[in-house]
């Protein structure tokens, strides 16, 4: 009699399983889908961004070759290329290695405008679009127009601006290209008594304010 009750307890678990199974078993076959899709894709995309990491690496090796070899058509052409494909953070070096192969070449305006451009793109982080102002104003420091180096530095000069102490450095140095001594002076002085100012930056500016005496 026992074995009457177990198989009929069996058979009433077997029919509830697959009433459960007709209920949500097309629920548990998307879910493990999407698991192993997921799993799949996820290393797929770090695959394709590995490989897609090299490839740019490769380009820009390459480019930068040619660049050390006088070929600068060439590695214009080639920085330039890698900038507009490149999602990866050779695109952002290719910038900065465009502007630099066309100075390289004799090109003053084709660089300054390649930095002016990287400095008005707001995709490029603010780290990078100070860093090309700062490139695009010592660029211009020995003969620029005070006026446009002003406003190209004040971005730099804000509170919070990683690129501050450089720009100030720089101010000093425009103060006395215009004759500012004490300008110049009261310049240097400030930043060699910062200790919050990197110490190699400290230092010129002590050896400024020497230079230039009481």
């Not at 074995?3 to 459960?20: C, N, S």
């Not at 997921?38 to 897609?52: D, L, M, N, P, S």
């Not at 070899?69 to 953070?89: E, M, R, V």
């Not at 952002?92 to 405008?113: C, N, S």
Request: proline share 1%; hydrophobic share 50%.
């Amino acid at each position: 009699m026992a074995d009457i009750f177990q198989e009929v307890d069996e058979d009433v678990r077997r029919d509830k399983a697959m009433v459960l199974w007709r209920k949500y078993g097309s629920y548990l076959i998307i879910a493990c889908v999407a698991i192993v899709v997921g799993t799949a894709g996820r290393v797929g995309w770090r695959e394709y961004k590995a490989a897609q990491q090299a490839e740019d690496s490769g380009r820009y090796v390459a480019a930068a070759r040619m660049l050390e070899k006088g070929d600068t058509a060439g590695a214009i052409a080639s920085f330039q290329s890698l900038a507009a494909d490149a999602n990866t953070g050779y695109g952002v070096i290719a910038r900065f290695q465009l502007a630099a192969a066309r100075l390289k070449a004799g090109d003053k305006d084709g660089g300054l405008a390649v930095y002016d451009q990287i400095a008005a793109d707001d995709d490029m982080g603010t780290i990078f679009q100070g860093l090309a102002r700062l490139q695009a104003v010592m660029l211009l420091v020995d003969g620029g127009a005070m006026d446009d180096l002003n406003r190209r530095l004040a971005p730099l000069l804000a509170d919070g601006s990683a690129w501050r102490y450089s720009a100030l450095e720089i101010q000093a140095i425009l103060k006395h290209r215009e004759g500012d001594t004490a300008g110049a002076r009261a310049a240097f002085k400030a930043l060699s008594d910062d200790a919050s100012a990197p110490a190699g930056m400290r230092n010129r500016a002590a050896q400024m304010l020497a230079a230039l005496g009481s």
